[in-house]
């Protein structure tokens, strides 16, 4: 494809297929096409290429000849901008002195014109033949294009030189020519317009070569995502090291990931300790300390020790292909805007050749001249660009997405971001979204006398053995304090009330306060109780220590607060959003955690069931709210899906991430503002883009058609249409 209209052309024939729904693509050059039971994919290369193009089916997910497939394109592209590239060169350098001639009297020496020509009708020719060859395939299939208008403005312009030259006076000896930058000169019967038909086309190859650089590097960061992947892996056969390639790997197999090397796939440490590094894949840049049991993604780069790995996603199914997966859909989809676009660059071509038509029919009636007629039809053909209409919304989503995936914004299509310049609201799940969603210990308060350490590594010793979150909470954090955990014998849980068992040689309880006092007769000094009532306070919970029939203390722990959350809060009230925080925990707790990250007391929604946080979410739509929800749990699914814009943190449940509409890798609510600053700003970009591919074709065409634009000022401001949307694009990569 070569511009707009030819996607176009190919959408509208393969839409006319029963059954068949499509839409294509001109920056991704890719057609995404859902077809009914009956309808063959050969079926669909069929009809494209009865079209007048080419096309071929996307290689299969996770084989061997899928990545050589990949390659060869990577390669391949590259290798077709070389050629525009030196198409480009050899046109420049025999174009130039056709310009000087032309332009500078002093330099028309007798018979100029005639090398003029012997430069000129090799660029013609052979430097617009892409033109030529796009346009005469089209007329084959009845269809007119961009490269319709290029080819007959260039084969015009050297048309009217060759008869100006053999049939009229502009052949003769000493022939000299004034060069009019604006139109509105004399013209006379010997005048040519070799240097519009050589240096138009050197205008439009580097327009072309540009927007490919462009476009390419629009596309860097899916490429640089889809790269990310190991190629092969130490897979563990029978004991056996072995080295495989990656698609090898099957779920279950254990591999070794040494330091420096990338993790081949997802999994779960079996063996080792180590600090992975996964800024590629989130934006983070801290490395993250795993151990046994910790999930790690393929991809992500071991800075550490040596690691044994369980793989337990492969393929299709990493984390890595599916962000790719992702990235790839939004890129490929439209938004509302560009739909208009697509109509318009539809029409556009027949348009601009029936404006050319009248344009010359009315500078002949008016008695101006062939020549002033001729200049101003040209320029209409020339200066007309629908590519600048086509880019507008594919780039910017091209690179806005690949921005979003390098900092771990998986935005999953165009249509989410008109959402984002209206959301006024954003309800915040507050457990693993503001909140790190597992209990900490946050405070140790022994009696008078007691040893604060002593007390924890007693009772971290006794909870090591029990399962509930709370017990966990409180063996970790003794663990972190000491080299080893004493035994523990006779251990005994009591559900919902405490556990029990002999450290040491000592009878330890730990657990509620009234069933201490109660079952085991230890009773909390009052000014401990004055303490812990505090704690309860703030939503936190106290567990109570004894042994050797006394309280000895009591350790608070708590859901604690994302070091970044209060940060995110602030972030998203710059935006003008109004933070509400929702959660299914009690009251004292949700006012807490609200104070904490400056959220007010008036928008704390709290003791909420999983299916009461949709009804939170369309109250609040129904009071006139565009609501954005942020939740990483599968209760908060149906609400992620019933908001305007559903955010997910990506270190969620599977439900959640595809029930949303924006993606948060790295499960940082700072990603969230982030998120919506991007999809707002990669709005702006495709609507300056549209703005100025509308606003160009308005004012430039009537200017041409007017007989004020030179052709050559037609040819350059055509080419710089185009680049200027896909660089104006390009500002998105800088995005912070």
Same mark, same amino acid.
């Given at each position: 494809m070569t511009c707009a209209s030819c996607a176009s052309r190919i959408e509208k024939k393969l839409n006319r297929m029963d059954g068949v729904t499509a839409s294509v693509n001109y920056a991704t050059e890719k057609a995404k096409v859902t077809y009914a039971e009956g309808v063959r994919p050969e079926d669909l290369v069929a009809t494209v290429e009865k079209t007048g193009y080419t096309a071929e089916l996307p290689p299969p997910p996770r084989s061997s000849e899928a990545a050589a497939a990949a390659a060869a394109a990577a390669a391949a592209e590259p290798e077709a901008v070389d050629l525009l590239r030196r198409r480009l060169v050899a046109t420049a350098a025999l174009s130039l002195p056709v310009l000087l001639l032309s332009?500078?009297?002093?330099?028309?020496?007798?018979?100029?014109?005639?090398?003029?020509?012997?430069?000129?009708?090799?660029?013609?020719?052979?430097?617009?033949?892409?033109?030529?060859?796009?346009?005469?395939?089209?007329?084959?299939?009845?269809?007119?294009?961009?490269?319709?208008?290029?080819?007959?403005?260039?084969?015009?312009?050297?048309?009217?030189?060759?008869?100006?030259?053999?049939?009229?006076?502009?052949?003769?000896?000493?022939? =000299?020519?004034?060069?009019?930058?604006?139109?509105?000169?004399?013209?006379?019967?010997?005048? $040519?317009?070799?240097?519009?038909?050589?240096?138009?086309?050197?205008? $439009?190859?580097?327009?072309?070569?540009?927007?490919? =650089?462009?476009?390419?590097?629009?596309?860097?960061?899916?490429?640089?995502?889809?790269?990310?992947?190991?190629?092969?892996?130490?897979?563990? =056969?029978?004991?056996?090291?072995?080295?495989?390639?990656?698609?090898?790997?099957?779920?279950?197999?254990?591999?070794?990931?040494?330091?420096?090397?990338?993790?081949?796939?997802?999994?779960? /440490?079996?063996?080792?300790?180590?600090?992975?590094?996964?800024?590629?894949?989130?934006?983070?840049?801290?490395?993250?300390?795993?151990g046994p049991g910790d999930a790690v993604v393929g991809g992500t780069v071991n800075a550490g020790g040596r690691l044994l790995v369980r793989a337990t996603r492969v393929g299709a199914d990493t984390q890595l292909a599916r962000m790719a997966r992702l990235v790839e859909e939004a890129q490929n989809g439209k938004a509302q805007a560009q739909r208009l676009a697509d109509r318009v660059s539809g029409v556009f071509v027949p348009v601009v050749i029936t404006l050319a038509l009248a344009t010359l029919g009315f500078w002949l009636g008016r008695g101006e001249g062939a020549e002033a007629a001729f200049t101003a039809a040209v320029a209409v053909l020339i200066i007309a660009c629908p590519c600048a209409l086509g880019l507008a919304t594919p780039t910017a989503l091209l690179v806005g997405t690949g921005r979003g995936a390098q900092l771990g914004i998986l935005i999953k299509g165009p249509e989410m971001l008109e959402s984002t310049r209206r959301v006024d609201t954003v309800v915040l799940d507050k457990t693993g979204t503001v909140t790190e969603g597992r209990m900490a210990l946050v405070e140790v308060l022994p009696v008078a006398g007691q040893d604060a350490g002593e007390l924890l590594a007693v009772a971290g010793a006794l909870e090591d053995s029990s399962e509930h979150p709370v017990g966990r909470a409180i063996a970790g954090a003794a663990r972190e304090r000491a080299d080893a955990l004493s035994a523990v014998t006779g251990f005994a849980s009591s559900e919902g009330l405490g556990v029990a068992g002999l450290v040491e040689g000592r009878s330890v309880v730990v657990g509620r306060r009234s069933w201490l006092a109660e079952e085991w007769s230890q009773h909390a000094p009052e000014g401990l109780a004055r303490a812990a009532d505090a704690a309860a306070a703030e939503g936190r919970t106290t567990v109570w220590v004894g042994w050797d029939g006394a309280v000895r203390g009591a350790l608070v722990v708590a859901d604690t607060v994302k070091p970044t959350s209060a940060e995110a809060v602030r972030r998203l009230r710059e935006l003008g959003l109004r933070p509400v925080l929702l959660t299914g925990d009690n009251e004292p707790a949700a006012r807490a955690v609200a104070a904490q990250v400056g959220i007010a007391a008036d928008d704390v929604v709290a003791q909420v069931l999983p299916a009461g946080k949709v009804d939170v979410?369309?109250?609040?739509?129904?009071?006139?709210?565009?609501?954005?929800? /942020?939740?990483?749990?599968?209760?908060?699914?149906?609400?992620?899906?019933?908001?305007?814009?559903?955010?997910?943190?990506?270190?969620?449940?599977?439900?959640? $991430?595809?029930?949303?509409?924006?993606?948060?890798?790295?499960?940082?609510?700072?990603?969230?503002?982030?998120?919506?600053?991007?999809?707002?700003?990669?709005?702006?970009?495709i609507k300056g883009n549209l703005f100025w591919a509308f606003g160009y074709n308005v004012a430039a065409l009537p200017l041409a058609a007017a007989g004020l634009l030179n052709p050559l000022l037609a040819g350059a401001a055509m080419a710089l249409s185009s680049v200027f949307v896909v660089s104006n694009s390009l500002r998105l990569r800088r995005f912070r």
């Amino acid at each position: 494809m070569t511009c707009a209209s030819c996607a176009s052309r190919i959408e509208k024939k393969l839409n006319r297929m029963d059954g068949v729904t499509a839409s294509v693509n001109y920056a991704t050059e890719k057609a995404k096409v859902t077809y009914a039971e009956g309808v063959r994919p050969e079926d669909l290369v069929a009809t494209v290429e009865k079209t007048g193009y080419t096309a071929e089916l996307p290689p299969p997910p996770r084989s061997s000849e899928a990545a050589a497939a990949a390659a060869a394109a990577a390669a391949a592209e590259p290798e077709a901008v070389d050629l525009l590239r030196r198409r480009l060169v050899a046109t420049a350098a025999l174009s130039l002195p056709v310009l000087l001639l032309s332009m500078v009297p002093a330099l028309q020496f007798d018979n100029w014109q005639w090398a003029a020509l012997t430069l000129a009708a090799p660029v013609a020719a052979w430097g617009a033949w892409p033109f030529h060859r796009a346009a005469w395939v089209n007329l084959r299939h009845g269809a007119a294009t961009m490269d319709t208008l290029i080819s007959v403005g260039v084969l015009a312009a050297l048309g009217w030189s060759l008869y100006a030259l053999f049939l009229g006076d502009a052949g003769a000896p000493g022939m =000299r020519m004034p060069f009019d930058l604006w139109p509105g000169g004399e013209h006379r019967g010997d005048e $040519i317009y070799l240097e519009v038909a050589s240096v138009v086309t050197v205008f $439009i190859l580097a327009g072309r070569y540009f927007e490919a =650089r462009a476009k390419r590097r629009s596309g860097d960061a899916l490429r640089a995502l889809l790269e990310l992947g190991a190629k092969d892996v130490a897979v563990l =056969r029978d004991g056996v090291e072995l080295r495989a390639p990656i698609d090898q790997l099957s779920t279950g197999d254990e591999f070794i990931v040494r330091p420096g090397e990338k993790l081949a796939t997802d999994g779960v /440490v079996v063996e080792g300790t180590s600090a992975v590094d996964a800024s590629m894949l989130t934006g983070e840049p801290v490395p993250v300390e795993v151990g046994p049991g910790d999930a790690v993604v393929g991809g992500t780069v071991n800075a550490g020790g040596r690691l044994l790995v369980r793989a337990t996603r492969v393929g299709a199914d990493t984390q890595l292909a599916r962000m790719a997966r992702l990235v790839e859909e939004a890129q490929n989809g439209k938004a509302q805007a560009q739909r208009l676009a697509d109509r318009v660059s539809g029409v556009f071509v027949p348009v601009v050749i029936t404006l050319a038509l009248a344009t010359l029919g009315f500078w002949l009636g008016r008695g101006e001249g062939a020549e002033a007629a001729f200049t101003a039809a040209v320029a209409v053909l020339i200066i007309a660009c629908p590519c600048a209409l086509g880019l507008a919304t594919p780039t910017a989503l091209l690179v806005g997405t690949g921005r979003g995936a390098q900092l771990g914004i998986l935005i999953k299509g165009p249509e989410m971001l008109e959402s984002t310049r209206r959301v006024d609201t954003v309800v915040l799940d507050k457990t693993g979204t503001v909140t790190e969603g597992r209990m900490a210990l946050v405070e140790v308060l022994p009696v008078a006398g007691q040893d604060a350490g002593e007390l924890l590594a007693v009772a971290g010793a006794l909870e090591d053995s029990s399962e509930h979150p709370v017990g966990r909470a409180i063996a970790g954090a003794a663990r972190e304090r000491a080299d080893a955990l004493s035994a523990v014998t006779g251990f005994a849980s009591s559900e919902g009330l405490g556990v029990a068992g002999l450290v040491e040689g000592r009878s330890v309880v730990v657990g509620r306060r009234s069933w201490l006092a109660e079952e085991w007769s230890q009773h909390a000094p009052e000014g401990l109780a004055r303490a812990a009532d505090a704690a309860a306070a703030e939503g936190r919970t106290t567990v109570w220590v004894g042994w050797d029939g006394a309280v000895r203390g009591a350790l608070v722990v708590a859901d604690t607060v994302k070091p970044t959350s209060a940060e995110a809060v602030r972030r998203l009230r710059e935006l003008g959003l109004r933070p509400v925080l929702l959660t299914g925990d009690n009251e004292p707790a949700a006012r807490a955690v609200a104070a904490q990250v400056g959220i007010a007391a008036d928008d704390v929604v709290a003791q909420v069931l999983p299916a009461g946080k949709v009804d939170v979410v369309r109250r609040l739509q129904g009071e006139g709210k565009v609501v954005a929800m /942020v939740g990483d749990g599968v209760n908060d699914a149906a609400a992620l899906a019933a908001a305007d814009l559903g955010l997910a943190m990506g270190t969620g449940t599977d439900v959640a $991430i595809e029930a949303s509409d924006v993606t948060l890798v790295r499960g940082d609510l700072t990603a969230a503002a982030d998120a919506i600053r991007l999809a707002r700003r990669t709005l702006g970009t495709i609507k300056g883009n549209l703005f100025w591919a509308f606003g160009y074709n308005v004012a430039a065409l009537p200017l041409a058609a007017a007989g004020l634009l030179n052709p050559l000022l037609a040819g350059a401001a055509m080419a710089l249409s185009s680049v200027f949307v896909v660089s104006n694009s390009l500002r998105l990569r800088r995005f912070r």
